[in-house]
């Protein structure tokens, strides 16, 4: 078991942990209210590995400095995975909107749906007017042509071309058709079949 700890040393690895976690919130560009998080992730941390400690080959000050930065990477390159998964973007009700200072949580009403949580502009009626939109302009598809959507939006090109047996360059051919007639229906830039694909 390993002994207490002084509290001289509990001292040092609470201010050994404010400054990472500090350091680590200004790198991250953080809401300031993450910051008290941050603190209690790399403290309990700490305090978890502490076992590991040896006096002898070490002052606790450095032992503490090595496990928050290590702790710190590791948050740091969950968090910039997480960010890139969510298109470069804190999702945070703490965070401000992106031209605006006020957070999320303050600007958002609870029927603006779930995609106002993560920063679109989009509302659960806007979502279905566009599926009411999308099923009417669908159904005066060709039945070969609903095929081919329905294809695009599950499989991607190659599978596409295998199961078929109908060449690439005609099957991007289609797809340039599908989109000119997608647009005369109203579908423009922000429906890209090829994405779906």
């Known amino acids: ?29 953080l809401p300031a209210a993450d910051l ?16 590991g400690f040896d ?9 503490a400095n090595i496990v928050l930065r290590n702790q710190s990477s590791r948050i740091a390159i969950r968090h910039h995975r997480q960010r890139r998964a969510q298109g470069g973007t804190v999702i945070s009700l703490d965070a401000p909107v992106s031209a605006g200072t006020e957070p999320l949580g303050c600007v ?13 502009d ?3 009626v806007d979502d279905a007017e566009t599926h009411h939109d999308l099923a009417l302009a669908l159904g005066g598809l060709s039945e070969d042509t609903h095929g081919l959507c329905a294809a695009l939006g599950t499989c991607p090109v190659p599978e596409i071309v295998s199961r078929t047996g109908i060449s690439r360059s005609a099957l ?13 229906r109203g579908f423009g830039a922000e429906w890209d079949g090829s994405k779906a694909a």
Do not use: N
Request: glycine share 8%; net charge positive.
């Open 1 to 29: 078991m390993h002994p207490p700890i002084s509290p001289d040393d509990l001292a040092t690895l609470i201010d050994e942990g404010a400054i990472a976690a500090r350091r680590l919130h200004r790198k991250l560009k």
């Open 36 to 51: 008290d998080d941050l603190r209690q992730d790399l403290l309990v941390d700490l305090i978890c590995r502490l076992p």
């Open 55 to 63: 006096a002898r080959r070490g002052g606790i000050g450095a032992f």
């Open 108 to 120: 958002l009403a609870e029927a603006d749906g779930l995609a106002a949580w993560h920063g679109q």
């Open 122 to 124: 989009r509302s659960a």
């Open 172 to 184: 991007y051919r289609h797809i340039a058709r599908l989109r000119l007639d997608l647009a005369m």
